[in-house]
């Protein structure tokens, strides 16, 4: 079984620029998770999708990041503008019931 | 109180020893309690898991113990080799509709031949 897709794998951008992330979950997992993980620390959840709807997006900066599940399959997550305290690795994890299953990540440095 | 606390920050063992890493909590909702591995470079992935109506779970080398009274977990892995050499995270899942993980702040693990 293919496991959890992401791309890029890494990304370096200049603060107030824009950079998107893609994720190809798990076939077959109807949710979709968008972590950060910040050096030295554990992931943290930004945002849920349950097919192509929000669970929840509570510890998302929605001033600057965004995120969408067209057709409850990909998934994207945009920041813009990125600031330097975005830089960290963007994980995606999916889900059929509990147990969530990471991709490799994408590793974003913002300078 | 949506904190999982968890130690040690780094551990060295010698091959054929027993690692142990522990963790802590304080929401009694939390229903789901994981343990990740992760390489660097590489996501977490999944280790072990357990149920708050279990004591203790084992696979393998690998094995949970979990006191629901004291709000405590910990991941004990048998006969360590170099190749568990990485970072450990625990969490536990926030219950309800959400199945949202709170992680802890990561444990590495130095295993040396």
Known sequence: ????????????????????????????????????????????????????????????????????????????????????????????????????YFGPGTRLTVT | QQQVKQSPQSLIVQKGGISIINCAYENTAFDYFPWYQQFPGKGPALLIAIRPDVSE???????????KSAKQFSLHIMD????????????????????KLIFGTGTLLAVQP
């Open chain 2, 57 to 67: 779970k084992k696979e393998g080398r690998f094995t949970i113990s979990f006191n």
């Open chain 1, 1 to 100: 079984e293919a496991g959890v897709a992401q791309s890029p794998r890494y990304k370096i951008i200049e603060k107030r620029q824009s950079v998107a992330f893609w994720c190809n979950p798990i076939s077959g997992h109807a949710t979709l998770y968008w972590y950060q993980q910040i050096l030295g620390q554990g992931p943290k959840l930004l945002i849920q999708f349950q097919n192509n709807g929000v669970v929840d997006d509570s510890q998302l900066p929605k001033d600057r990041f965004s995120a969408e599940r067209l057709k409850g399959v990909d998934s994207t997550l945009k920041i813009q503008p990125a600031k330097l305290e975005d830089s960290a690795v963007y994980l995606c994890a999916s889900s059929l019931y509990y147990e969530q």
């Open chain 2, 80 to 99: 360590s080799q170099p190749g568990d050499s990485a970072t450990y995270f625990c969490a536990a899942r926030g219950g309800g509709a959400t199945n």
